[in-house]
């Protein structure tokens, strides 16, 4: 197993590619690595990913064997020498551009992260039968331990987002569903890196986020664009 693909950089696409390739190796399998980065900037890595992604970038891809392709669509293409292709990616749109869908279906099996995606895709031309509906792997080492006392049921839900924080993530839906108070803790590293850009960005995603109060939900908003742990 050859897995070419984004393991790189602070993205939750790359996190993911990572975190494949540690449910690949717990599986029992020594898949080859030809590791690429999404964006410019570098992200700390646990020992075990550095040591990880090290010693699977020191193996050799072997033709005729499975390519995984964790890559976004346009930067996909297979490699000579495959066996079987697989791309898995994702396009978070309730369909694909013609050329996208022309691209995705020269894999031999696509595999997205839910059903969503997988009508999404279908509406967009690939091939149903080339579709395999996988969710993404869960480390769960990454995470501290669970906490030693229940909090008092009157506690407020605390949240700390992380992920590229836009409608299209369906935030509002996730701020509903833990109400009717929640302290939400949205720390924006991007942000922090891109000048005033980032700082606009910043703003306009400060306005979004405090629009959602639209929704009957009842937050606290703290927003960190200075990239510092929490």
């Known amino acids: 197993l050859h897995f070419h693909g984004i393991v790189l950089g602070p993205s939750g696409f790359a996190s993911e590619g990572r975190e494949w390739l540690a449910c690949l190796e ?38 005729g064997g499975v390519d995984w392709h964790h890559l976004l669509i346009p930067h996909f293409a ?25 691209r995705a279906a020269r894999a031999d099996t696509v595999r997205v992260l839910s ?30 331990p669970p906490p030693t006392r229940t909090p008092p049921a009157h506690a407020p839900f605390r949240w700390l987002s992380v992920f590229d924080w836009t409608l299209r993530k369906g935030p509002d839906l996730l701020l509903a569903a833990f109400g009717p108070t929640v302290v939400l803790l949205c720390t924006m590293w991007w942000c922090a890196t891109h000048g005033r850009r980032g700082w606009a960005v910043g703003m306009a995603i400060y306005a979004a986020v405090a629009g959602l109060l639209a929704f009957g939900v009842g937050a ?6 200075s990239g510092a742990r929490i």
Do not use: M
């Not at 997988?118 to 149903?128: D, E, N």
């Not at 606290?220 to 664009?225: K, L, R, T, V």
């Open 26 to 63: 717990r599986a029992g399998l020594q898949p080859s690595l030809a590791g690429a980065r999404l964006g410019e900037h570098d992200s700390r890595l646990r020992p075990a990913d550095a040591a990880r992604l090290a010693r699977c970038g020191a193996r050799s891809r072997r033709p």
């Open 78 to 102: 297979p490699l000579p020498g495959a066996g079987h292709t697989v791309l898995h990616t994702v396009f978070e749109t309730e369909t694909l551009p013609a050329q996208l869908a022309a």
């Open 220 to 225: 606290y908003i703290w927003i960190s664009c």
């Open 115 to 144: 059903d969503w995606n997988q009508r999404g895709f279908i509406a967009g031309g690939v091939p149903p039968d080339k579709l395999v509906v996988l969710p993404p792997p869960f480390d769960g080492d990454a995470f501290l």
